[in-house]
Structure formats: structure tokens, C-alpha cells
């Protein structure tokens, strides 16, 4: 199956970075992956959910600061710390759903959005936890053998949990709650009509995808040790966003392709100077956010049925 | 069996049913007729519980659902199609009728096991797409069936779900004279095993299939009896029928 | 508490509110007529900040360069509108939300090849620099009494235009169905840009005007935004009268919140604890406002469809 395929490049390919001497790239990897994650878990709850939720950023960031928290105060057991994050972003998406979900269309989305903004705005404010710094954190969490302080031993782990969310998520749509969820996307008065109770399926969706999100959130704090605000900021909603579009809405690998293709993006514009193109304006790789707009808006424009028409793209059993 | 007791319903200053007291018995097929803009599509509506009664009772099977969510009815023996086509349209009829089998097999709280895994259900599924005439366009996607076979999928949907009482919206809509005899044969076959509430400008099937007809007009009955009663009623006549059968 | 404080931070959520409606107003026409959600709406408020402070440095006056960033910026709107998003009129939101988030990203940048990253300086024009005694005996500043003069202005004037004047009207009619709006034989097109131009335009007016006091930066759009889809939200869309009441709500509460929270929990937490609390609530505050109004009236206060 092609998915073993890429899951064991994957698996070779930072034996072979390491083999060149050059972790720099395992690293980067490894973000990748983690943002593959979270941006996986938006798609399960826009993609395969049709939910326009523009505050992902909460659940992201909440499980970074829960994790980045926990670890100043003492707490830096990966056991307990991380599945308290996503036990927080999970009830957070909880909240946040069971008012959001109340309200539809363009409300939905608003909504949405406030509530991240809120959860921003509370922890910016925390200022013993950072505020506007951000927080830095004595270091990965512990597992209680080896050390998450290697890079080669950390790109292991998270691809290990990217392989086991997408598992999960491939047996979740194809489950009769994915079901569900594919027709209230679909249709959602006829989904009500033939009775099934529409908001509690969607609301169990968006806490599965909150708690996801936070998952990936707690490994984003342990990949640089650092936890930046901007990880619940609106914009971190839209860049999330951005990768699922770029990826492919409603698909199981549209998460892992759009971080790919996104970040990968950023890298090559701001590392990799093209001589013709600094001829023209010297400075252009200080102006990466550019090219991914434009790349965005090109995407977005010529889209033949709008983004949404893109739902449809994926054959149902 | 079903029960509707003074039923209203406004949007802002205007009234949509208006103390609409009606019954269905077990086993009938109980046609509701009347002018456009009677209230009639406004009433299914109420009955199945996507608009909010805000007066009068609803009682079904001798409960009060007045105020019972439209899904919960469903669980209760309450299907409803609708008279503007309302399918999954991107699934296939398979799985548009796999789905309201599912509804009704359980919960759907289950997030591992594939569902292509329960025969059962797909048997079933099977088994309705037969009885609506859509076997051979099993695997078509929903979009892409003609008209009239939309039409019988979107009474299959509600027949799936097993209800004892289902209330059709208009299922000949826009359908030419084949359709429409397949469809009639359709529900003659149905009023075996369900109760039905049919809704319906097609005056041949009503009068071909009814029971009992009751007659609404601006949102109140005005008349309820067996065909032939309101076929002669002169206040139907006048305010209705006189011009369907002048035509 | 002192009269004087409640006054101060009264005026302050006043003159907050009413340029929050100047943002506000724009983004609900185009939300209310053209179905459209604009998340570059803060773009135009931080390109009409940047204009502003340019003209104003090259004519050497603010009362110079405000007309022109006003006409500069309204410009620039109209291009976009006949350029891009006319071809997201119609279609579904997400799309319309991704690719104006995409020109937010897009606008940011070019700001910044243009104007540098450097924060810009816009400085209160001269003779208003000072305070004003008002009656009573209290100071304030004079340049915040005029931002409200001009809110309360133009705020007047835009009820005028949308009941008064034919256009108004057929902003209205706009508003509340588009289809038929369309039926009437209204040229859809010159309408639709001219509402975008002057919502670009009223974007300015608050970018020029607030300018010189919170920072010209890259970004400053953002953040304003978010708090312009909060009164909008509790307003209800498409309603100028809600976008002015929800302004109004939005810009007080924000305002005596960061003020008094922090004495209020002073009373009876501790000190470190009051610091903390203080300005977390108090942003959070409005978001709850919000959800407070939507559970309430889940089509804000005064929809304008349906």
C-alpha cells in the first residue's frame, strides 16, 4: 500500500540526513510532521466535517501552553503532560463547540473565532507564563528512559504519532461516525430528518478534532522548547487553514501535504537565494509571507467550485 | 395515530397554519389537499419537527412530541420526504439508503469498525432500492439519476427508516405521467406495512389512494371526510377543487 | 470612585466606539449587501494609517494629508473590489474567508516592502496637542475630543446617506434582498463598488484618526478587525444601526473594563493576583458580551434580513 511506502521513506530518510551530517533538515522534519498533525485535525473537522472553525489555534496553542506550564512548574513527565494537554484542549473544544455549534454559516465562523481570540488574549496576559515572550521550557519532556533532547530520537517519535493519528483518522471516516459525520456534511437537514441527532455528532467531532489538535500542540512546545503566543493567534488559525487547502480538503493526507508543501515553501523562499530574482528586489526573502499569499489566493480564486467543491472529491465507498 | 389539535404556526405577521385539528388513524392513507400556500408543506413541517409549534398539541402514538427534536421523532416512527428533493446527492443510492438504515440500527457512536463491514445493513439497503424501483441504479451517485428517480429515492430515504407513519411532501412533484403511476403503485404497496399522510396536487392519485382526504385552505381544514363526501363538499368545490376538476 | 475617572474612561470608550464604527460600518454593508466576509477589511484600516502618515509627512500638515489618504485609500478599495473580489460575490464563505486572508498576508508584505517594518510616526496635529478644560473642571485631550466629533459626524451623516438619499435606499433594499434589489434594475455592479469604496474610505478616516495614538505597524489591521466582527456579530449583519449600537457596547465595555477590572478585583484579591486577572478578564470581556448577545438573539440585535 502506498501509505507503508511513504511511512517507510520517511522512516529511512533521517538515517540518511544524519549519514550526511546534516540534522538541520531532521529537525525541520520533524516540525513538519508535528504541523502535519495539527493541520490533519483540522481537516477532520473542516474537511471531512464541512465545520468552518477558524479558531483552531486555540486547541494548538492551548496544548503547547498546558505542556510549556506544566514544565516550568515542575511536571515534564511526557506520560502525564501531554495527555493532560489534550485532555484540556479536548474539553476546551468541548465549550467551545456545544456554543458554536448552536449557530451556522458566517456566525459559525466568527464564533469561532472569537472564542481563539479569547483563549489568546487570557494566556498573553498570564505574564508569569511568558505573556507576550512566550515561554521558554527547561527543556523536551521525559519518558522516563532515553532522552526526547535527541533530535534523531524526537523526528522517531513524532513520525510514530503522525502514523498512529492517521490510522486512527482512516478508521474514524470509514466507521459509521465518519459516515455520519460525510452526510450532515453533505445534507444536514435530511441527515436530522432521517434522525440522526445532527449536533451531537458534530459537536463529538469537533472534540476529537480539538484533542488532536492539542496532541499536536504539546509536541510543537517540545520541538523548540519554547511555546510563542503566536501559536493561538487568529493567524495561526489561517496558516492551519491554508495547509489543509493546499493539501486537499477532506482527504487523509491533505494535513500531511499541505504542512509539506507550506513550510517547504517558506524554507526554500528564505534559504535558498535565487540569484535572478535578488537581482530584482534584493531582499526578497524577508518577504516569504508574499509568495504564500499569492500562492493562496491563486489556489482559492481558481478553484472551480470554490474550496467547497473540493469535498466532493473524495469517492465514497 | 397521529394527533394534531389546534395547530399554529406564524412567521411574524403572517399565519401559516391556523388551528389546524386533524387525525390520522392507523393504516390509512390520509391525503391533505389545498390550494399553493395553504400552510400544507408549513404543517409537515410542524408534524415532523423542523419548525417549532408554538401552539396547539402533536401527539403520536398517544404521546405529546410537540416539542420533541425532529430526530428524536424519527426514533419514535415518524419519516418524512420532502417535496424539493433533499437526497446526499455526492453518495451513491446504496449508501443514501445504507444511511437511514443505519439511523435506525442502533447507535452510530462506533469509530472503528469500517461500516462496509455490516452486510446487514447494505442487504437491507438492497432490499428498499427494490421495492422503489432503483435496483438497477444502485451504484449511480444521486446527482445524476433523472428526476423521477430522485423522487423515489427521496421517498425511499424516508421508507428506510422504518417508520409506522410517513408523511409525503408532494412525491409526484414535477414528475410526467410514467413516473407518476410508478410512484402511485408505490405507495399502494406501502400502505401495507406504513400509515401515510400524503400531501398532493396530482387530484387522480388522491382520489385513487385516499381513505380520507381533509382540505386546507389559508392554513385552516375546512373540510375532512372520504372522497366522494369531499369531492361533493360545495364550500371544497368552491374555495379549491372547482378549479382542478374544471381543468 | 471619582466622577472625573468615569467621565475620562467614558469619553475614552466613546471615541474607541465610534471609530470601531467606522470599521464596523463598512464591514457590515459588504457583509449585509454583497454577502461577502472581508477579513482584509483591517488591511485597508492599516493602509489608510500608512497613507496618512506619509501625506502628512510630505504636506507637512495632518489636515492636508487627511483627505488624501482618505481618497488614496478609497482608491485602492475600489481597485480591489473590481479587480478580485467581485469574483467572491456568490460564492460560499470559506472561499471568501480564505482568499481575503490570503490578501491580509499579501497586503502585510507589500506594506513592508513599501514602507519598511519600522513602525510609522504620525504624530497629533500641533494645535491640538494639548489638553481642553471641558465643564466641570476636567482635562482631556483635546485631539481625543475632536476623534469623537468626527465619529459623531460622520456617524450622523452615514444615517442621513442610508435613509434619506436614493442610494441609501437602495443600500437598504440591498441589504435586506439582494435579489430583488437586483430585479428593481439597480446597476449592481457601480453600487457594489461604490459601497466597497466607501467602506475603504471609512476604514481610513479611523486609521488617520487613531493613528497617532496606537502604532502604525504592519499588522495593526488584524487585531482591530477581529473586534469589528464582534460588533458586527452583535450588531447584526448588514444593519448600520446595529453596527453603531454594537460599536458603541463593544468600544465602552472594552474601554472601562481594562480601567476598572483591575480596581474591582484590587478589592478583595490580592495584588499580584488583581495585576494578572485585571487585564485578562477584561479582554475577554467583550468576547463574552458576544456570546451573551448571540445566546440571547442569535441573529444579533438588529438583523437586517429576515
Redesign the interface.
Known amino acids: 500500500m502506498r501509505a507503508i511506502a511513504v511511512f517507510l521513506l520517511l522512516a529511512i530518510f533521517p538515517l540518511v540526513m544524519q549519514a550526511m551530517d546534516n540534522l538541520f533538515y531532521v529537525s525541520f522534519a520533524s516540525r513538519v510532521l508535528i504541523y502535519a498533525i495539527a493541520a490533519t485535525s483540522l481537516n477532520l473537522v473542516l474537511g471531512y466535517g464541512g465545520m468552518?472553525s477558524?479558531g483552531h489555534a486555540a486547541f494548538f496553542g492551548g496544548g503547547a501552553f498546558v505542556v510549556g506550564i506544566l514544565a516550568v512548574e515542575g511536571l515534564r513527565s511526557a506520560w502525564i503532560a501531554w495527555p493532560i494537554a489534550i485532555a484540556v484542549a479536548a474539553l476546551a473544544a468541548l465549550v467551545i463547540g456545544a456554543?458554536s455549534l448552536?449557530?451556522r454559516?458566517?456566525?459559525f465562523?466568527?464564533?469561532t473565532?472569537?472564542?481563539a481570540?479569547?483563549i489568546y488574549?487570557?494566556f498573553?496576559?498570564?505574564?508569569?507564563y511568558g505573556g507576550d515572550d512566550g515561554l521558554q521550557m527547561p527543556g523536551r519532556s521525559t519518558l522516563g528512559f532515553g532522552t526526547l533532547g535527541n533530535d534523531l530520537v524526537w523526528y522517531y517519535v513524532v513520525l510514530c504519532i503522525l502514523a498512529a493519528v492517521l490510522y486512527a483518522m482512516h478508521?474514524?471516516v470509514?466507521?459509521?461516525?465518519?459516515?455520519?459525520i460525510a452526510?450532515i456534511r453533505?445534507?444536514e437537514?435530511?441527515?436530522?430528518?432521517?434522525?440522526?441527532?445532527?449536533y451531537r455528532?458534530q459537536l463529538?467531532c469537533f472534540v476529537i478534532a480539538g484533542g488532536i489538535g492539542g496532541l499536536a500542540g504539546a509536541l510543537i512546545a517540545n520541538q523548540s522548547s519554547y511555546v510563542s503566543p503566536s501559536l493561538l493567534?487568529?493567524?495561526q488559525s489561517?496558516t492551519l487553514?491554508?495547509m489543509v487547502?493546499l493539501g486537499g480538503v477532506g482527504t487523509l493526507w491533505g494535513g500531511v501535504i499541505g504542512a509539506a508543501v507550506l513550510l517547504g515553501l517558506e524554507h526554500l523562499i528564505a534559504d535558498y537565494r535565487i540569484a535572478w530574482l535578488a537581482k530584482l528586489a534584493p531582499n526578497y526573502q524577508?518577504?516569504a509571507?508574499?509568495a504564500?499569499?499569492?500562492v493562496?489566493?491563486t489556489i482559492?480564486?481558481l478553484?472551480p467550485e470554490?474550496?467547497?467543491g473540493f469535498f466532493?472529491r473524495r469517492r465514497?465507498? | 395515530m397521529l394527533e394534531l389539535r389546534g395547530v399554529s404556526k406564524r412567521f411574524g405577521g403572517v399565519v401559516a397554519t391556523d388551528d389546524v385539528t386533524l387525525e390520522v388513524t392507523r393504516g390509512e392513507v390520509h391525503a391533505l389537499i389545498g390550494p399553493n400556500g395553504a400552510g400544507k408543506t408549513t404543517l409537515i413541517g410542524q408534524i415532523a419537527g423542523v419548525l417549532a409549534t408554538e401552539s396547539g398539541r402533536i401527539i403520536f402514538n398517544g404521546a405529546d412530541i410537540t416539542r420533541q427534536p425532529a430526530h428524536a421523532r424519527v426514533a419514535a416512527g415518524l419519516a418524512r420526504s420532502y417535496q424539493i428533493t433533499s437526497i446526499f446527492r455526492r453518495f451513491s443510492v446504496l449508501d443514501n439508503l445504507a444511511l437511514a438504515v443505519q439511523a435506525r440500527s442502533g447507535t452510530s457512536f462506533h469509530f472503528w469498525r469500517p461500516v462496509l463491514a455490516e452486510r446487514a445493513l447494505f442487504d437491507q439497503a438492497r432490499a428498499i432500492a427494490g421495492e422503489i424501483g432503483l435496483s438497477t441504479r444502485i451504484d449511480a451517485v444521486a446527482a445524476t439519476l433523472a428526476h423521477g428517480e430522485q423522487r423515489a429515492l427521496e421517498v425511499g430515504l424516508a421508507l428506510a427508516t422504518q417508520p409506522q407513519l410517513v408523511l409525503l411532501d408532494e412525491p409526484m412533484a414535477g414528475m410526467g405521467p410514467e413516473d407518476s403511476q410508478a410512484m402511485i403503485a408505490l405507495i399502494a404497496k406501502m400502505r401495507e406495512r406504513v400509515t401515510v399522510l400524503l400531501v398532493e396536487h396530482d387530484m387522480d392519485a388522491v382520489f385513487r389512494l385516499a381513505n380520507r382526504i381533509s382540505v386546507l385552505v389559508n392554513g385552516r381544514v375546512i373540510a375532512t371526510g372520504a372522497p366522494a363526501q369531499i369531492r361533493a363538499d360545495p364550500e371544497v368545490r368552491r374555495a379549491y377543487l372547482g378549479e382542478e376538476l374544471a381543468a | 470612585m471619582p466622577a472625573i475617572l468615569l467621565l475620562e474612561q467614558s469619553l475614552n470608550g466613546l471615541q474607541f466606539g465610534l471609530m470601531l464604527f467606522l470599521l464596523a460600518a463598512g464591514l457590515t454593508l459588504v457583509f449585509g449587501i454583497m454577502d461577502m466576509i472581508n477579513l482584509a477589511h483591517g488591511s485597508l484600516y492599516m493602509i489608510g494609517a500608512y497613507f496618512m502618515a506619509s501625506f502628512a509627512q510630505m504636506t507637512g500638515s495632518f489636515w492636508l494629508g487627511l483627505p488624501l489618504a482618505l481618497a488614496a485609500t478609497a482608491i485602492v478599495g475600489a481597485l480591489l473590489e473590481m479587480s478580485l473580489l467581485r469574483r467572491l460575490y456568490g460564492r460560499d464563505h470559506l472561499t471568501q474567508v480564505l482568499a481575503t486572508f490570503a490578501i491580509i498576508l499579501i497586503a502585510n508584505e507589500v506594506v513592508r516592502i513599501a514602507w519598511g517594518s519600522q513602525p510609522m510616526m504620525l504624530n497629533t496635529p500641533a494645535e491640538l496637542a494639548g489638553p481642553v478644560t471641558l465643564p466641570g473642571g476636567m482635562q482631556y485631550a483635546s485631539y481625543r475630543l475632536v476623534i469623537i466629533a468626527v465619529g459623531a459626524v460622520v456617524a450622523v451623516l452615514l444615517y442621513l446617506l442610508v435613509t434619506k438619499t436614493r442610494v441609501g435606499m437602495l443600500v437598504r433594499a440591498g441589504a435586506s434582498n439582494r435579489e430583488m434589489a437586483v430585479a428593481m434594475g439597480v446597476n449592481i455592479r457601480r453600487l457594489f463598488t461604490a459601497v466597497f469604496a466607501l467602506g475603504a474610505a471609512l476604514c481610513a478616516l479611523a486609521g488617520a484618526m487613531l493613528g497617532p495614538i496606537l502604532a502604525v505597524q504592519v499588522g495593526m489591521g488584524e487585531n482591530i478587525l477581529i473586534l469589528a466582527f464582534v460588533v458586527i456579530v452583535i450588531g447584526g449583519i448588514g444593519s448600520i444601526r446595529g453596527a453603531f449600537v454594537g460599536s458603541l457596547l463593544v468600544g465602552v465595555v472594552d474601554t472601562s473594563g481594562r480601567a476598572f477590572l483591575p480596581l474591582f478585583f484590587g478589592v478583595f484579591l490580592p495584588p499580584q493576583l488583581a495585576s494578572a486577572a485585571g487585564p485578562a478578564v477584561a479582554s475577554v470581556l467583550i468576547y463574552l458580551l458576544m456570546a451573551v448577545v448571540l445566546y440571547f438573539r442569535p441573529q444579533g440585535l438588529f438583523p437586517a434580513r429576515g
Open positions: 468552518v477558524f456554543l448552536r449557530t454559516g458566517v456566525y465562523i466568527m464564533i473565532l472569537a472564542f481570540q479569547m488574549y487570557i498573553v496576559s498570564l505574564k508569569s478508521r474514524l470509514h466507521s459509521r461516525f465518519g459516515r455520519v452526510a453533505e445534507n437537514a435530511r441527515a436530522e430528518a432521517i434522525g440522526f441527532p445532527v455528532y463529538l493567534h487568529w493567524i489561517g487553514m491554508i487547502i524577508d518577504h509571507g508574499l504564500v499569499g499569492i493562496l489566493l482559492v480564486m478553484a470554490g474550496i467547497s466532493g465514497h465507498a
